[in-house]
Every structure is written in structure tokens, then in C-alpha cells.
């Protein structure tokens, strides 16, 4: 097992082979600056990693996240850091053993993912900007989008128990046969939803922000509406087995 201990300017290309282990952890920020990090193996991240000055990570492996850790950026170091989860790359989730209640990961890089992202079982939040366009699975678990402007790009395939929407903008573009989302919660930023056929929405929590979009929506299943502003060019169809329930002292746009 290799361990990558990352400290302030490291001007290094690291590349973790296939077949090769490694992690990142211990107390203290990690720091990979105007670098290449490549993945063709297996990497977990069990700390705070920032990239900066151009920082460049790749993964072409399994990239595990621990309860806790995060990929974010230096701001002090200079903007375009990326993380790019190639094709035949997976991004996952793990439980730290060590933690007495589950907590959530964070992804503060701009994301380019073509390949699958995995969040089951557990939370993942998105802080950058990016797009998704792998398969996204989150069985039991929950993708938190918390600023920025992703993209659920029309190659993707989703497998989500819930997705939050707390800032920023997630624009959804997944053809509906691929679109298995049983929740969404808006509680603040913008959920576009624009895919080209009408998408099938099985539960829907308004409480603040604003749920838009060109797609037609039909309802199969709940939505509570508590506050934020529905809107869009698209029908809103509640189909007769579906229900929306309006609550609040606020108005409801």
C-alpha cells in the first residue's frame, strides 16, 4: 500500500498504476499544486486533498471517497484545477470504520465524469461545477448540489434515491428512459429539468428555490410544495394515482 502524503507545492506528476493501491490521509490539508495525479488503480482519499494552480487529478480506476474527506481547491494557489473521472473510472463511497455516526464526502473540483459515479448507501456533495454523463447510482443514498452549474448530461443513467438541491444550478438533460430519480428536494439554487420527452417525476419537496425547465413533467407520484417558485415552458401533468399537496403560510409562484 502506498501512501500519499501531498504538502504544500508539490510541482509532481504522480501516477498510481493499475493493478496498485494508495491512499491520501492523515490529519492536515494535502496540497497538489500546478500537478498531474493519475489513477489506474485503486486510490482512496480519507483527508481534505486541494488542488490549485492548474492541478490536474485523472482517474481511470476505482477512486474511493471516506465519510469525511474532500477534493476541493486551493483558491490561494490559482484557479483551473479539475478532476476528470474517465470512461472506464468509478467514483465511490465508503464508511469510515472509525466514525460513530455517517458523514457526508464533497467533491470542490470542476467534474468531468464519463465514467460511473456510485454515492450508495451514503451522501456525495457537489460544490464546483461539472457534468455528469456516466452512470450515477445512489441507491439509498444522495447527491447534494450545493453551487455552481452541473449538468446531468443526455448520456447519463441515473439510479438515485434522492437528490438535493440546495444552491446553485443542476440541469438535467438524462433521456427519461434512463431517468430513475425518486426524489428530488429543492430547497434553494435552480432545478432545470429539459430533457426533450416528457420526464416521469416520482417525488418532488419545493421548499424554496425554483423548479424550472422545457420539459413536459408528469407527476406518478408526491409533491409537497412549501415554498420557491414552480415555473417552466413545459405541461405539468398529475396523473390521476400522483398527488401535490400546497402548504405554507408564504405564496406559491
Not at 424554496?208 to 420557491?228: F, P, V, Y
Request: avoid cysteine; aromatic fraction near 4%.
Amino acid at each position: 500500500i502506498y501512501t500519499l502524503s501531498l504538502h504544500d507545492a508539490l510541482p509532481i506528476s504522480i501516477h498510481l498504476g493499475a493493478g496498485g493501491t494508495g491512499s491520501i490521509e492523515g490529519v492536515g490539508d494535502k496540497r497538489l499544486l500546478g500537478a498531474q495525479l493519475t489513477n489506474d488503480g485503486t486510490l482512496t482519499i480519507d483527508a481534505l486533498l486541494l488542488a490549485g494552480d492548474g492541478a490536474q487529478i485523472g482517474n481511470r480506476g476505482q477512486l474511493i471517497l471516506v465519510d469525511g474527506a474532500a477534493i476541493g481547491e486551493d483558491t490561494a494557489a490559482g484557479g483551473g484545477a479539475s478532476l476528470h473521472n474517465d470512461v472506464d473510472g468509478r467514483i465511490s463511497r465508503a464508511a469510515d470504520p472509525q466514525a460513530s455516526e455517517p458523514r457526508t464526502a464533497e467533491i470542490g473540483l470542476a467534474l468531468e465524469s464519463e465514467g460511473a459515479l456510485d454515492a450508495s448507501n451514503s451522501e456525495l456533495d457537489f460544490t464546483a461545477s461539472g457534468v455528469l454523463a456516466g452512470a450515477t447510482t445512489a441507491t439509498s443514498g444522495a447527491l447534494r448540489f450545493r453551487g455552481g452549474h452541473y449538468t446531468l448530461a443526455p448520456g447519463a443513467e441515473l439510479l438515485i434515491s434522492r437528490v438535493l438541491i440546495e444552491s446553485g444550478e443542476l440541469q438535467v438533460l438524462v433521456a427519461p428512459e434512463a431517468h430513475q430519480v425518486f426524489s428530488y428536494e429543492i430547497s434553494g439554487g435552480t432545478l432545470a429539468l429539459d430533457t426533450a420527452a416528457e420526464l416521469p417525476l416520482f417525488g418532488v419537496n419545493l421548499s424554496g428555490g425554483t423548479l424550472t425547465g422545457q420539459a413536459d413533467l408528469a407527476l406518478q407520484g408526491t409533491m409537497l410544495w412549501t415554498g420557491g417558485t414552480l415555473t417552466g415552458t413545459g405541461a405539468f401533468t398529475v396523473r390521476p394515482s400522483a398527488s401535490l399537496t400546497l402548504e405554507g403560510a408564504g405564496d406559491h409562484e
